[in-house]
């Protein structure tokens, strides 16, 4: 698949079912988002399928829109990237370090977001379908004012100049009802800058990532997780989890929950719990 071929913009449109925006504005961009975040998993499975994780444009479409699978943070975000500048946003590559255990900070390029700029004089928005359980819309990246939203409160505010313990770079911290989320640099950044991050994430044991498989997506009233052998649904803020038995049981799962066609279940390198972000 070329994707510079103007169909492909069709395919993915589809893929995340939805229609070709009038307009590159603020309310395609939600639109945009909230389509993707219900369609297409964050999922880490390519690491416990001996699967190769290539942060390369063709890659990236090759396996969300020709494939039908998800991907994490590199991989979604790259795509989504994709897909906004051939409708016409400003689309800028930002990094970010995630606050882990105790607020301690991630990696350097521990995770991809997007600076998207639209032609209505809104914005800049902060876009994102790559961190897992996150803001349902974009957020205006230069409002330091709570941001309501239907998964919770953000708020974008000037981080410590000692955040980074070096130059102040104008980082901004994101937090989602008063916790911090991570830490962004606004410095513009390319797609091979982060392939160091994703290396660390699917090879480190100190990843998550290694330690556990993680299928997630939105719905409509919440969330629907898939992790090793057990599905939990999340809606009206109630939480249900049911244990899957077999093999069977559990590729069901992903193609039914997640649309993945699975010909066989990952692997799992080691034991430890989920993650949800990167």
């Not at 307009?23 to 961009?29: G, S, Y």
């Not at 390029?109 to 902060?126: E, K, M, N, Q």
């Not at 994101?174 to 962004?184: C, I, K, W």
């Not at 009233?221 to 249900?240: D, F, P, Q, Y």
């Amino acid at each position: 698949m070329d994707p510079h071929l103007p169909h492909t913009v069709d395919s993915y449109l589809a893929r995340i079912g939805a229609t070709r925006p009038g307009r590159p504005d603020a309310a395609a961009l939600r639109e945009l988002q909230l389509r993707h975040l219900t369609a297409v998993p964050f999922e880490n499975l390519s690491i416990h399928l001996g699967e190769d994780i290539v942060l390369e444009e063709q890659a990236l479409l090759d396996k969300i829109v020709a494939d039908h699978r998800g991907g994490f943070c590199y991989e979604l975000n790259g795509a989504f990237a994709w897909l906004l500048r051939e409708l016409g946003f400003d689309v800028t590559l930002l990094q970010a370090r995630v606050h882990g255990d105790g607020g301690k900070l991630g990696i350097p390029y521990d995770h991809l977001a997007l600076r998207v700029g639209t032609d209505d004089g809104t914005g800049p928005w902060l876009a994102d379908v790559g961190f897992g359980d996150h803001a349902q819309h974009p957020l205006a990246l230069d409002d330091r004012t709570d941001q309501e939203d239907p998964r919770g409160t953000f708020r974008i505010r000037r981080a410590p100049a000692t955040a980074e313990g070096g130059e102040d770079y104008g980082d901004v911290e994101v937090l989602r009802d008063g916790a911090p989320q991570f830490l962004l640099d606004p410095r513009p950044r390319v797609l091979a800058d982060f392939r160091a991050g994703a290396w660390y994430h699917r090879t480190s044991p100190d990843s998550g990532f290694t330690r556990s498989t993680v299928c997630s997506r939105f719905t409509a009233a919440g969330r629907i997780t898939l992790s090793g052998r057990k599905l939990v649904t999340t809606a009206g803020g109630e939480r249900h989890e049911t244990p899957l038995g077999s093999d069977d049981e559990v590729l069901a799962a992903y193609r039914d929950h997640f649309g993945l066609r699975l010909a066989r279940l990952p692997t799992v390198r080691g034991a430890g719990a989920s993650t949800s972000n990167g």
